[in-house]
């Protein structure tokens, strides 16, 4: 099993750019998570699907979008980055909404010029 | 929400056990706790949880004080390999029936040869 894989690894964009982040699992996951992190910082979560056919706002959701495409594969849209989208970005995957151990991807490295 | 209180770093000798601490002095009384880590940039990793009664797996041991306003981590042989940002977490009810996790800036650990 691959568990949770993100692509692309780095990405560079320029402002007013857009970009799909890919996550897919194989874990038969229902529930999955959008995370960035900033230097020196914790990690914050942008979306959430806590199951197929459902996503929602989490506690940084501006300037996103995301698309739970089928039970595998969470993907996170940036419609028109911004320098302060500069981050570290998580894809991350649990049993189901009350589970909390949650496996992560490896991440996508985005710096937007 | 119940917030978390860790030291910013600690070193740990090769062999010996590693204690980090974590102070959540708001927890409610349903409220879980999570420790995660994150070694060098790779994705967080789950390590174990708990709501009042100790924990133990093959990773490490979680003691929880009697009033719950604070945990004590326990990796019971450090190695290399243990060294890493150590998140101490009370998961957040979201609504719904779904919790998030938040990650503040952690403990660092360093294990020393």
């Known amino acids: 099993n691959a568990g949770v894989t993100q692509t692309p690894k780095f990405q560079v964009l320029k402002t007013g750019q857009s970009m799909t982040l890919q996550c897919a699992q194989d874990m038969n996951h229902n529930s999955m998570y959008w995370y960035r992190q900033d230097p020196g910082m914790g990690l914050r979560l942008i979306y959430y699907s806590a199951s197929e056919g459902t996503t929602d706002k989490g506690e940084v959701p501006n300037g996103y979008n995301v698309s739970r495409l089928n039970k595998r594969e969470f993907s996170l849209r940036l419609e028109s980055a911004a320098p302060s989208q500069t981050s570290v970005y998580f894809c991350?995957?649990?049993?189901?909404?009350?589970?909390?151990?949650?496996?992560f991807g490896p991440g996508t490295r985005l710096t937007v010029l | 929400d119940a917030k978390t209180t860790q030291p910013p770093s600690m070193d740990c000798a090769e062999g010996r056990a590693a204690n980090l601490p974590c102070n959540h002095s708001t927890i409610s009384g349903n409220e879980y706790v999570y420790w995660y880590r994150q070694i060098h940039s790779q994705g967080p990793q789950y390590i174990i949880h708990?709501?009042?009664n100790n924990e133990t797996n093959e990773m490490a041991s979680l003691i929880i004080t009697e009033d719950r306003k604070s945990s004590t981590l326990i990796l019971p042989h450090a190695t290399l390999r243990d060294t890493a940002v150590y998140y101490c977490i009370v998961r957040v009810a979201l609504g719904a029936g779904s919790y998030q996790l938040t990650f503040g800036k952690g403990t660092k650990l360093s294990v020393i040869p």
């Open positions: 991350a995957s649990s049993w189901d909404r009350t589970n909390n151990e949650q496996f």
């Open positions: 708990g709501l009042k």
